[in-house]
C-alpha cells in the first residue's frame, strides 16, 4: 500500500484544517478512508464495533490536492482504511493556516504512521522550515471495511434549512446545560423549533421562514406525544427527541465555511445534519432519536 498528497493552496489547507478540528472536537477517534477520488472522515457511535457511523465526511481530493497518488492492496481493493486520534491529526495541523505546502503520505517507521511534512516560512529569514509529524495509524484489514460504509437511513420525513450555526449554536449551548435531551420539530411551513423541558420549566426557541428543502406529506400523529398546536397543522409537522450535546457538537461545524446546512428528521427516529461547502465537502451527522 502506498499513499502520497500535496497541497499548496492556503485556501484548501485552511478548511482542512477547520475539518480535522471539527472532527476532533466529536470524538477522540476517527477511521480515515483513503480512495481514489475521495478522503472519507467515520466516526462511529463508540469506536468499538460494528455500529453505524455518527459522522460520515467526505472530501474530494482533486479540488484540495495538487497532487494525489494511492496503490492499494491490489487492483480490486484500491482502498486504505486507517485508524487514528483525531486529535494527534488535529494538533498537527495547527500551523498549517500558514503553511506553504502540507505533504502527506503512509510510512513505516516503529510502527505505521501518517506523516505529514508541513513547510512553513521563517520568521527570521527568507528560507522556510520543514516540519514533519508522524502520526501513528492502525491499518484496519479488509474483513472490517464493512463496518465503515455509508450508513442506508430511511427516507427522512422532512428536510429543512437550518439557520445560521453559530446563532443556532448560542442557543442549543444555553439548553445544554439546563437539559440532557432536546425536541427538535420543524413544519412544512419553514419553521424550527427547540425545545427542553425541565422540573422547573420549560423553554422553547422558533425559527421561520426557513426554506423546506422535501416534505413527503401528511405525518400520523396519532400515538405521538407532541402537544397541540395552535399555529400550525399538526400533520404538516415532525419531530425527534435527540441528546443535546451531540447536537452541539456538531454546531461546532461553523468553523467550516458552508453554502448550506440542512436538518432532515425520520420522524421520532432520527435526526441526519448534513453541511456542505463550496469546495463540495460534505459532513453528516446521524443522531438517533431517545424514545421511552
Known amino acids: 500500500m502506498k499513499f502520497r498528497a500535496v497541497m499548496v493552496d492556503t485556501g484548501p489547507m485552511r478548511e482542512f ?19 481514489t477520488e475521495k478522503l472519507y472522515f467515520i466516526v462511529s457511535e463508540d469506536n468499538s464495533g460494528p455500529s453505524p457511523p455518527m459522522l460520515w465526511c467526505e472530501i474530494p481530493q482533486d479540488t484540495f490536492f495538487s497532487e494525489y497518488q494511492i496503490v492499494g492492496v491490489d487492483d480490486e481493493y484500491r482502498d486504505i482504511y486507517l485508524g ?35 513547510e512553513t516560512p521563517s520568521s527570521t529569514s527568507q528560507q522556510t522550515r520543514q516540519v514533519t509529524h508522524d502520526i501513528p495509524v492502525i491499518v484496519i484489514p479488509r474483513k472490517l471495511w464493512s463496518e465503515f460504509h455509508e450508513p442506508r437511513i430511511p427516507q427522512p420525513d422532512m428536510s429543512i434549512e437550518l439557520p445560521a450555526l453559530k446563532q443556532l449554536r448560542t442557543t442549543i449551548d444555553r439548553m445544554k446545560g439546563m437539559c440532557p435531551e432536546v425536541v427538535i420539530r420543524a413544519s412544512a411551513e419553514g419553521r424550527l423549533t427547540l425545545q427542553i423541558k425541565t422540573d422547573m420549566a420549560k423553554v422553547s426557541t422558533r425559527f421561520k421562514d426557513l426554506r423546506v428543502m422535501a416534505f413527503e406529506g401528511p405525518i400520523d400523529h396519532s400515538d405521538s406525544e407532541t402537544e397541540t ?64
Open 229 to 292: 398546536q395552535t399555529i400550525e397543522d399538526i400533520s404538516k409537522t415532525c419531530y425527534c427527541r435527540v441528546d443535546t450535546k451531540k447536537f452541539s457538537m456538531f454546531l461546532s461545524a461553523d468553523q467550516i465555511s458552508h453554502n448550506a446546512t440542512v436538518c432532515s428528521i425520520v420522524n421520532k427516529k432520527l435526526v441526519i445534519l448534513c453541511l456542505q461547502t463550496e469546495e463540495n465537502v460534505k459532513l453528516q451527522c446521524f443522531i438517533t432519536g431517545i424514545v421511552y
Open 84 to 118: 487514528l486520534v483525531s486529535a494527534n491529526l488535529s494538533k498537527s495541523l495547527a500551523t498549517l493556516k500558514t503553511a506553504k505546502c502540507l505533504k502527506m503520505k503512509l510510512t513505516k517507521k516503529q510502527c505505521p504512521c501518517l506523516t505529514l511534512e508541513i
Open 17 to 35: 484544517t477547520n475539518i480535522v478540528s471539527t472532527i476532533s472536537k466529536l470524538s477522540k477517534e476517527c477511521v480515515l478512508r483513503l480512495s
